[in-house]
């Protein structure tokens, strides 16, 4: 059993939430300070006709409407119902999880005035693995991702639709099942579940997640490559790299000396003196992608602990405060950042695909015994090239857009939310051109038997060869590619690490 506290949770930690399938309860640090902040919003209330924000007025440019006390349960209704307007494909199951987590977590701090039946339903969904349908369009990521996190809330007042196991159906269907009863939201309660940059966090956890997994298997993958390509270990030396003083490269070249470590064919005597910059420049851009990496997880670890609803509730100080916590613009910045160091990773592998098909060193043209008869692994090479084109056209950055919204009212916003959507697709297609590599650099490291690798590369070597064949002659390609892929989402290199 896990429980929410106030304290801070990487996203190691988070993943560790995740995958071990334990529920997660509200611990009761956080149980009384959401008890507190909800009771001092009704005092305040009760005490006269102040107007708060979102509470007793309208929202973004209505913010000067006055709404009647009969009429504040409505108006949060009201908010979810007209705000859950999401287009585009589905957000898939395990992002939405996150979500689920995220939001209670947020909302747990004791700033937001919410019930304490509020966080626990979101809890209950997540606990029993029911997941409300979010769609991936519709956020502009600046008053909060609005419409993601408006079809996060329909489910808890009974409307919308989730799905569990798999199969889509109706909410009122499976509350009724469960025994549970829509939440009678109280003041405030919609647009504290609708604020917040949750959709655009949860992303960004499962893209950094991701992001690790890729790191691990660029370098490992590179390796091989390196091998197949019969290249030389001295540009991954110790005093070399680390008179350059930029710890990712530093980091990089430590793991490909220990990819590199004990195989034959490293060690055998070079014809050559030099190789190309796909493989003797890892280190350097390897490396500053994982800086960048670890920048982008400082900041969204940043984000998964903190209050990003508006207003902000402050009991202890008597305050009150409408500001603007939801603005994504460091999410923004942040996943135009990743975006670019990972499509930096899959450019790379293209190079060192292309360097192996290109008949040098050994190896014969596109890496096939009987070329001409056979075209081999060209046409690969080509689908790589055309992702890692792709992922240029993707990387253009979304923070730097903003369009007027909400009559004025809402005038600068981060597109954080299409920067992460989009940075949802770079991670899948760098995970492809790092298969695409891996096929190729597997297929030829064939042709330097008798000779043997490292038993990192050699163990990889034989764990893949269990699935995706020698390819002889000419065969159909896609099942080996998706093959390679799915090896690559499914497993974690460090398995592979002697």
């Known amino acids: ?10 996203i190691a930690e988070l993943s560790h939430w995740l995958q071990s399938g334990d529920e997660v309860q509200i611990g009761d640090d956080c149980r009384q300070r959401i008890v507190q902040c909800r009771e001092y919003l009704d005092n305040r209330l009760a005490q006269g006709d102040e107007a708060i924000y979102g509470v007793n007025t309208g929202f973004g440019a209505l913010h000067d409407k006055s709404i009647d006390e009969d009429d504040l349960v409505q108006l949060q209704i009201n908010l979810i119902r007209s705000h859950a307007c999401g287009m585009g494909d589905e957000l898939p199951a395990d992002i939405v999880r996150i979500m689920l ?12 005035g919410v019930q304490l039946a509020t966080v626990q339903r979101l809890l209950d969904f997540y606990n029993a693995g029911i997941t409300p349908v979010i769609y991936q369009q519709g956020s502009l990521g600046a008053s909060g991702d609005l419409a993601p996190l408006a079809h996060l809330a329909m489910p ?3 409307e919308g639709h989730v799905r569990e196991n798999g199969e889509l159906r109706s909410t009122q269907e499976v509350l009724k099942e469960r025994d549970w009863s829509p939440i009678t939201l109280k003041s405030k309660e919609g647009l504290a579940l609708l604020n917040g940059t949750q959709f655009m966090s949860s992303i960004g956890v499962h893209c950094l ?3 690790t997994k890729i790191q ?5 993958v590179g ?5 197949a390509f019969d290249g030389r270990v001295e540009p991954f030396g110790k005093e070399v790299n680390g008179v350059r003083m930029q710890p990712g490269q530093i980091a990089v070249a430590e793991q490909m000396r220990n990819h590199l470590s004990g195989s034959e064919i490293i060690a055998q005597d070079k014809a050559h003196v030099q190789d190309p910059y ?18 982008v997880t400082e900041i969204f670890e940043n984000e998964i602990n903190a209050v990003t609803d508006n207003p902000t509730i402050f009991p202890d100080q008597n305050l009150i405060v409408s500001a603007g916590n939801f ?3 460091p999410l923004a910045l942040a996943f135009d950042q990743l975006a670019i160091a990972l499509a930096e990773l899959g450019s790379i592998s293209e190079r060192r695909t292309y360097k192996l098909i290109s008949g040098q060193r050994g190896l014969p043209a596109f890496l096939v015994a009987n070329p001409g008869l056979n075209s081999g692994f060209m046409i690969p090479q080509y689908t790589a090239a055309s992702i890692v084109s792709q992922n240029k056209s993707l990387c253009t950055p979304a923070s730097v857009d903003t369009i007027d919204s909400s009559n004025g009212q809402e005038d600068h916003v981060s597109m954080g939310a299409n920067g992460a959507t989009r940075t949802l697709r770079v991670v899948a297609n760098v995970q492809r051109i790092l298969a695409i590599e891996l096929m190729n650099s597997a297929q030829g490291l064939e042709f330097r038997r008798p000779l043997r690798s490292s038993s990192s590369i050699e163990n990889l070597h034989q764990e893949l060869r269990k699935t995706v064949s020698v390819v002889e002659d000419d065969e159909y390609l896609h099942p080996l590619l998706k093959m390679c892929e799915d090896f690559i989402q499914e497993r974690d290199a460090l398995e592979f690490t002697a």
């Open 101 to 112: 987590l995220l939001k209670a977590r947020g909302l747990s701090f004791g700033h937001s």
């Open 1 to 10: 059993m896990k429980q929410l506290t106030p304290n801070a949770i990487s």
């Open 223 to 227: 390796a091989m490559s390196l091998e």
């Open 216 to 220: 691990g298997w660029a370098n490992l």
């Open 156 to 158: 808890l007042i009974g």
């Open 209 to 211: 997640l991701e992001s």
């Open 327 to 329: 603005h994504g613009q």
């Open 278 to 295: 796909s493989f003797r420049c890892i280190p350097q851009v390897h490396g500053a992608s994982r800086q960048s990496i670890a920048q």
